[in-house]
Each structure stands twice: as structure tokens, then as C-alpha cells.
């Protein structure tokens, strides 16, 4: 069983939106920085955003600010992407990533989850 799960992708129209989940298996979350990245077809794996351990300070990439936002229920062991006003530019696999601290590189991260799709399309 891989440790990060991701869910919630899916296709949707320009203008949607969509809330991915990321679970843990095996450790708690909140003590960890939680990362989202996203890879798009031909495309280098690119970080969209980051929660912070204990501070939950957040962090965004310039192309998604003000339509995505991060958050964490520790009750459930989760952490989201709520992602609104969707855009064709967001299609890709979508993946969480666990780290000791916030980064928007990948080489920061060393726990992966498997990748959830998104698909924004007419």
C-alpha cells in the first residue's frame, strides 16, 4: 500500500472546479509539509503548492494563486486541493508529496502518492 493516496480528479468543464485529497497511510500528516505537484503531458513535473508542518503556512505557484487553495483536516488525515475557476492549462496528474519542509521543488520531496488525473475540457 503506497503511503500518499491521491483522489477527487476527474474531467470537468473550463470555469469548475474540483477538490483532490491526498490520505496518508502509515504516518500522520500534519507533521510533515505536504506538497502538491502536477505533470502535464510532455511537460516537466511542476509544484502548485505547498502546506507547511505545524504553521500550516501556504505556498503557491503564480498560475494557480487566487483559484486554489491548500488545507488540512488532521481529524480525517488529510490534505486538500480545493481547485476552482479551472482551466484547460490545468489538465494534468496531479500528485501529493510529503516532505519535512515547504518546497515547490520535487527533489525536496521524497514520499510520493500514485497520481490522480484532471482533465479540464468542453
Known amino acids: 500500500q503506497l503511503p500518499l493516496v491521491e483522489s477527487g480528479g476527474g474531467l470537468v468543464q473550463p470555469g469548475g472546479s474540483l477538490r483532490l485529497s491526498c490520505a496518508a497511510s502509515?504516518?500522520?500528516?500534519?507533521?510533515?509539509?505536504i506538497g502538491w505537484f502536477r505533470q502535464a503531458p510532455g511537460k516537466e513535473r511542476e509544484g502548485v503548492s505547498c502546506?507547511?508542518?505545524?504553521?500550516?503556512?501556504?505556498f503557491y505557484v503564480d498560475s494557480i494563486r487566487g483559484r486554489f487553495t491548500i488545507s488540512r483536516d488532521n481529524a480525517k488525515n488529510t490534505v486538500s486541493l480545493q481547485m476552482n475557476s479551472l482551466k484547460p492549462e490545468d489538465t494534468a496528474v496531479y500528485y501529493c508529496?510529503?516532505?519535512?519542509?515547504?518546497?515547490?521543488?520535487?527533489?525536496?520531496?521524497?514520499?510520493w502518492g500514485q497520481g490522480t488525473q484532471v482533465t479540464v475540457s468542453s
Open positions: 508529496a510529503a516532505a519535512d519542509g515547504c518546497s515547490l521543488t520535487r527533489d525536496s520531496f521524497g514520499t
Open positions: 502509515g504516518f500522520t500528516l500534519e507533521y510533515f509539509a
Open positions: 502546506i507547511s508542518p505545524y504553521t500550516d503556512n501556504k
